[in-house]
């Protein structure tokens, strides 16, 4: 019982940990810096987080083309001119709608969206847990313990 | 009953999937975000317009009270060349003024577009930097806007603009006492 227990968790974790570390390469598509290192950084950070909405599958920091370039543009100006990230990110909203943003707001329409992947992750942990049981009820009327793990 | 779970689960797939697949097509456009609220404002060089002498400039306050279609284009835009004589023809009905963006583009470039392919635009306005395009949320040209007489979005259609989308996004949406008396050429 203690193995597949492990087992299970072991498997939980290392898919876990694929799906955090595979973070997106930087490309150098972008060789602007501002002059400001903080603003530099959220800049980074902003410019990363919205979708070039001509490629879609890329943030507009990792697209060369001409409209990425202008939205990065908007960035630049918007933050030089005191702008919170909040209301950089409300101003591109407001203009190509939830779509640009790769971190969606938690409203009705994107509830689905973020409860999905909880709510699937506990049908899987429910699953393995029945698994779990089922095994563990056959070894112990076989009346083996459960040294052995599987047989 | 041993395969009860892993059939349903099948059989969701199989729903989530066919749901997927029907409406791919509609997939790649991606709704305004403007629609129902008020279309931004501008006020750019002229590059074109049918009005003598041209103005050097024009402000989209000077369209409010009227319905308009508003057309982004460019010459680097080869779907804009395909969409040209379906331009040329709504211009032909003179049911709506026509109003263009020249989205990022070159000022004599555009101006030898509309000698050659004819000029179906009432104006047309430059946006050198990109700036109203991005106003707008246009994404990709050509994108054209549908815009009320109190100026608000109405409707946007991305692509080119056809007979059936004139006909049943923008024409239907008109009030029946449409502008057209010919409003065209009065902006």
Request: with cysteine; proline share 7%; charged share 25%.
């Amino acid at each position: 019982m203690k193995t597949s227990l492990r087992r299970v968790v072991c498997a939980v974790l290392a898919v876990w940990i694929v799906g955090v570390a595979s973070v997106p390469a930087a490309f150098a598509i972008d060789p602007v810096e501002m002059s400001d290192p903080v603003l530099q950084e959220r800049y980074r950070a902003l410019t990363h987080e919205l979708r070039c909405m001509q490629c879609q599958n890329q943030s507009i920091a990792d697209s060369p083309v001409g409209l990425a370039g202008d939205l990065r543009r908007e960035v630049r100006e918007l933050l030089s001119a005191g702008k919170t990230d909040d209301e950089v990110r409300e101003y591109m909203r407001a203009r190509y709608g939830d779509f640009i943003l790769f971190r969606p707001r938690m409203v009705a329409q994107t509830l689905w969206l973020w409860l999905a992947p909880v709510l699937l992750m506990l049908l899987g942990l429910f699953a393995a847990w029945r698994v779990v049981q089922r095994r563990r009820a056959l070894v112990t009327d076989d009346g083996f313990d459960d040294e052995g793990g599987d047989r | 009953m041993k395969y009860l779970i892993p059939a349903g689960v099948f059989a969701l797939l199989v729903v989530v999937l066919a749901i997927g697949i029907q409406r791919a097509p509609s997939k790649n456009v991606i709704p305004s975000a403007l629609i129902g609220k008020p279309a931004p404002t501008w006020s750019l060089p002229v590059i074109a317009s049918n009005q003598s002498p041209t103005p050097a400039s024009f402000d989209s306050e000077r369209l409010r009270g009227r319905w308009f279609v508003f057309n982004v284009w460019g010459t680097w835009c080869p779907e804009c060349k395909v969409e040209h004589p379906m331009l040329l023809e709504m211009a032909r009905q003179k049911k709506l003024p026509l109003i263009g963006l020249d989205w990022k583009d070159d000022d004599a470039a555009a101006r030898r577009w509309l000698e050659s392919l004819g000029d179906p635009y009432d104006v047309v306005v430059a946006d050198r930097d990109g700036r109203t395009a991005i106003d707008f949320g246009v994404y990709g040209a050509p994108e054209t806007f549908l815009i009320d007489d109190r100026g608000v979005v109405v409707y946007k259609h991305v692509g080119a603009m056809n007979p059936d989308v004139w006909q049943r996004e923008f024409l239907a949406r008109l009030p029946t006492a449409a502008p057209s008396d010919g409003t065209q050429g009065q902006p």
